[in-house]
């Protein structure tokens, strides 16, 4: 087994590729869409790539250079609970990861909609409103075993 999850979906490149599908997929769809009526950063999958790829286990890019965790919570909490947008959100994850060639080995595949399923209620739904997220907190790991600590 490769030694994260970043790697065992092949690095960068399959990030970056499954940062561009899941998002095509997110514009095409009616309810995933509205989320980005205002506009997204011009370099929008980029930075989405960075920050999946360093969630797991990639390099350090989008902390060191981008953004902080507080930063990505300020921008998804407080809109309230949304499941269906949750639930769309993963099955076009699910989708893309075939859109972007992401090797369909079982563990992985488990692993990678497991964190992203997790990752997304804990952006939207684990603080009510932006400003009770801490300023501190590390951008948190998923692993072969999940993840500590949340």
Known sequence: MATSIYDAMGGADAVR????AWHRRCL???ILAHAFEQGTHPAHTERLAA???EQLGG???YTDHMGTYTDVIAMHAGNGPHEQMD???VAAF???LDDAGVPNGPDLRFQLIAWFTWATAML???WSDPKDAPDDLPLP???WEGTDGW
């Open 17 to 20: 590729a499954l940062a561009q």
């Open 51 to 53: 920050y999946w790829a």
């Open 87 to 89: 639930g769309r959100a």
């Open 28 to 30: 095409d769809d009616p």
């Open 141 to 143: 790991q998923w692993g």
């Open 59 to 61: 390099p350090t890019g």
């Open 124 to 126: 939207n739904h684990h």
């Open 94 to 96: 699910t989708l893309a």
